[in-house]
């Protein structure tokens, strides 16, 4: 709903709406041991507080937390993400809580490994990786608003085809 209201409201292009990366993280454990209204509860006490330090005009308080924190915080993210995807990109069924339990859990079911998955989800890979550096322009010939528009639309894209090579081949 917060995304709807800020397309109306809001002024800022740049800012982060809903639902992100490193707070899927941090809320996952909560919501895994209590259910999904811990989803709901915490959005709502989130955009409380949003709103309480946005009234109180106390945005300089990000002021005082350092670039090195920050970095550290998302590439620490980062990594969580993405050894939390290592299992299901290779088929295996089950989840990974960090690296470490990712990569033992691999290692010892590597006969498990559902090769389809694994090049699917990696054919998918490349496939945004190449067409996020697809040249294109708004503006301009045919060729390049057509390269322009795949570029903006190559997550769904990517989605919608991967499903139908799913629901077809695997």
């Given at each position: ?6 397309i109306v409201f809001g002024s800022c292009k740049s800012i982060t709406i809903g639902p992100t990366a490193i707070m899927a993280t941090m809320v996952q454990p ?25 009234l109180l005009h106390l945005g300089f308080l990000l002021d005082f937390i350092s ?104």
């Open positions: 709903m917060a995304s709807f209201v800020y909560l919501v895994s041991k209590y259910g999904p209204d811990m989803a709901v509860l915490l959005s709502f006490l989130k955009g409380c507080m949003i709103a309480i330090l946005g670039l090195p924190v920050i970095t550290g915080f998302t590439a620490a993210a980062s990594i969580n993400i993405a050894a939390s995807q290592i299992k299901p990109l290779l088929g295996i069924p089950g989840r990974s809580e960090d690296l470490v339990d990712a990569l033992i859990s691999v290692f010892s079911n590597l006969n498990d490994i559902r090769y389809q998955d694994t090049s699917l989800g990696v054919a998918t890979i490349i496939i945004l990786v190449l067409l996020k550096n697809l040249p294109g322009r708004r503006i301009g010939s045919w060729p390049q608003k057509i390269a322009w528009a795949v570029t903006l639309a190559r997550n769904a894209l990517v989605v919608i085809i991967g499903t139908v090579i799913a629901y077809i081949f695997i």
